[in-house]
């Protein structure tokens, strides 16, 4: 097991990220979620016992019920970053051939299955079969990203942590790899921490989601797990669009409508009981320059929303708020209430 607590990130004297409060299980995957520049990747780093110049931790870190020092390497674990820093004059099947990995036992009787054999099934389960003698200068982004996942296969991390390693995919193979990664979580009990873009693959391939939520003076964070009501790509997108908005033109109207949201999120039903609103209608919305529009009325002015389907607690919409188009969700309450959070499309 991996865990944090009251794990912080410091530049300088200033917490910057945190306090962070994480458990990950054997065989789970976690994913971290935000805005750009946010600092997942300062996170991650700080995961894995590295800092970046003037950066610093607080709490503490336990691998395996092992508390790990400020600055310890996290041990078995195996960093994916967004850019590999491969040789681009390396074969990439002699460099994945010279990983310290242990080939699988051969029946008695049978050849000694060898390091070339393993790496050449490795590369063919990633369709770079046929690349095995190719250079890394002449692969394709793509395909240095899943020769980059073809290392946690062939080494079997303990703990895989992986910033954006699929950025260079289409949406088909991001999928496909991600699976590949939840395969391998899943056969060797390992643990992963991912950072992501896409909410569908994140929903897609997680146990759980961390968002890390922008506020005024640090970054905050707070986890979602698949067994929330809100485990749904339209209302975590929405989600994203607002905190990338309110992050970009932080005001107190827009910071309120990010906290509401964040109650939402983390507890829909004690939400719902605690923002009654009788019959009235509500709608809470950012804009692109940042403004936040927040409405009160009897009936929605949400023009010509279609709404797509719905569940006990969330319907997805989109439609016109005055002269934007917008994207969001409505929640319903008792006696006819509704509220909606939109923002509007990109």
């Not at 950066?55 to 395996?64: A, K």
């Not at 490795?122 to 770079?128: A, H, M, R």
């Not at 910033?163 to 995919?169: H, K, N, R």
């Not at 023009?303 to 439609?319: C, F």
Request: some cysteine.
């Amino acid at each position: 097991m991996l865990k944090l607590r009251e794990f912080g990130i410091i530049r300088g004297s200033h917490l910057i990220v945190g306090p962070l409060e994480l458990s990950v299980s054997s065989g789970r995957i976690v994913t971290l979620m935000g805005p750009s520049g946010i600092g997942k990747t300062t996170l991650l780093l700080a995961l894995l016992g590295f800092h970046e110049e003037g950066i610093s931790t607080s709490g503490n870190r336990y691998f395996r019920d092992t508390r790990l020092a400020a600055g310890q390497i996290l041990p078995k674990a195996l960093y994916i970053p967004q850019t590999m820093p491969f040789n681009p004059n390396w074969e990439i099947g002699r460099f994945l051939c010279k990983l310290p990995f242990d080939t699988p036992p051969t029946p008695r009787g049978a050849p000694r299955n060898n390091k070339k054999q393993r790496v050449a099934e490795v590369l063919e389960s990633l369709n770079l079969g046929h690349r095995f003698n190719a250079t890394v200068g002449e692969l394709s982004g793509g395909e240095v990203q899943r020769a980059a996942l073809a290392q946690a296969i062939l080494l079997k991390p303990a703990v895989l942590v992986g910033d954006e390693f699929v950025s260079a995919l289409d949406p088909g193979m991001t999928l496909w790899v991600l699976e590949q990664c939840r395969t391998m979580v899943d056969d060797f009990q390992g643990i992963a921490v991912l950072a992501l873009h896409d909410v569908n693959a994140a929903l897609l391939v997680s146990d759980s989601i961390v968002v890390l939520v922008p506020r005024e003076d640090r970054v905050s964070t707070f986890s979602l797990s698949k067994e929330s009501s809100a485990w749904r790509p339209d209302v975590i997108h929405t989600y994203l669009v607002l905190l990338r908005l309110a992050s970009q033109k932080a005001t107190s109207d827009s910071q309120c409508v990010v906290e509401m949201f964040s109650q939402y999120i983390q507890q829909p039903e004690l939400f719902l009981k605690s923002h009654s609103m009788g019959n009235a209608v509500r709608t809470y919305m950012i804009t692109r320059s940042g403004q936040t529009v927040i409405e009160s009325h009897a009936e929605s002015r949400l023009l010509g929303a279609r709404r797509g389907p719905g569940s006990k607690y969330v319907t997805p919409i989109e439609g016109l708020l005055g002269s934007k188009e917008v994207i969001g969700f409505t929640i319903p309450f008792e006696e006819n209430g509704l509220v909606s959070f939109v923002a509007e499309r990109e």
